[in-house]
Structure formats: C-alpha cells, structure tokens
C-alpha cells in the first residue's frame, strides 16, 4: 500500500514527484541501476512498505520478519557514491533521521547483487552517530532552509 500522494516530492532527494520515481519500483518495475534500488528502498523504509523491503533483500541475507514500528523518522538520504559492474554494485549513502531526542545519521556502504534481471540488496558495513546542526546550518531535514527557521 503506498501512502503518499502521487504528486508529492519523493522521499528519496531526488527532486522528481513520487509517482515519477519511486512508485513504479514499489509497484513492481525493477530498478534498472543499485543507487535507484537503494533510493526506492529508501523511500520504502519512510513509507513502511515492509514488503516492498523484503522483496527487493537478496534471499541469501533477508531477516524472515521486518518489523518497521520502531523506526526512527526519516528526514533525507544523501548518495556519497554509488557503483556498478556486471552484476555486482555499490552505494555509500548517508540518511539522516530524527528522534525525540534530536538528529541522528546512518551511514552505509552497501553490496548489491543482480539476479535475474533485478538488482538485490545483500548487505551493508553501517555506522551510526548523531548530528548536532548549528543554528545557521542547513537544516538536516532536507528542506534547504535554515536549522533555526526550520526545525530547530
């Protein structure tokens, strides 16, 4: 089930509506390249389309419950860098999210494998640490805006 209107920015930065990016993936389309699996997963996660996530983790990694309640919320997704070659690929992101206690970052160096035609996420190196923006940095939710206008 998809949750968002159609029109909206997708969740995943890339500045296109939902419906001309990520939606299509989460009804089915494979993702032609792992950076565009690793937005629309992204994108899923935001979304709690927990079986859009399941469908899309490389049978030989995925958990066999995906449990989404107590995600933090997300606030953006910066690609680092992302790679591809034959059937093996990269993306190094970092997602920035908030919790009641103020803004946190996972950062991750993620391995993707394509089978069939499709790409797979398989598995990835994280790292976590907080955020702490000042007030004249951009805010980490993504809007462009200042911290102290914003969510500060």
């Known amino acids: 089930?998809?949750?968002q209107g159609t029109q909206e920015r997708c969740p995943c930065g890339s500045g296109e509506s939902?419906?001309?990016c990520c939606?299509?993936?989460?009804?089915g389309k494979p993702a032609p390249t792992p950076e565009a699996l690793m937005r629309s997963r992204y994108s899923a996660f935001v979304l709690k389309l927990a079986d859009y996530l399941q469908s899309t983790w490389h049978s030989s990694t995925r958990?066999?419950?995906?449990?989404?309640?107590?995600?933090?919320?997300?606030a953006s997704l910066k690609i680092l860098s992302s790679d591809d070659s034959g059937n093996?690929?990269?993306?190094?992101?970092?997602?920035?999210?908030r919790t009641d206690n103020g803004w946190g970052y996972l950062e991750e160096k993620s391995d993707f494998l394509r089978e069939?035609?499709?790409w797979y996420y398989?598995?990835?190196?994280?790292?976590?640490?907080?955020?702490?923006?000042?007030?004249?940095?951009?805010?980490?939710?993504?809007?462009?805006?200042k911290y102290k206008t914003c969510c500060f």
């Open 23 to 27: 939606q299509g993936y989460h009804q």
């Open 18 to 20: 939902y419906s001309a």
């Open 1 to 3: 089930m998809v949750a």
């Open 122 to 145: 398989v598995s990835g190196d994280t790292s976590e640490g907080v955020l702490k923006p000042g007030r004249n940095e951009p805010c980490p939710c993504g809007s462009g805006r």
């Open 116 to 118: 069939g035609g499709r």
């Open 63 to 74: 958990p066999q419950n995906l449990g989404l309640e107590q995600t933090p919320r997300w």
């Open 88 to 97: 093996d690929g990269t993306v190094h992101f970092r997602a920035i999210y």
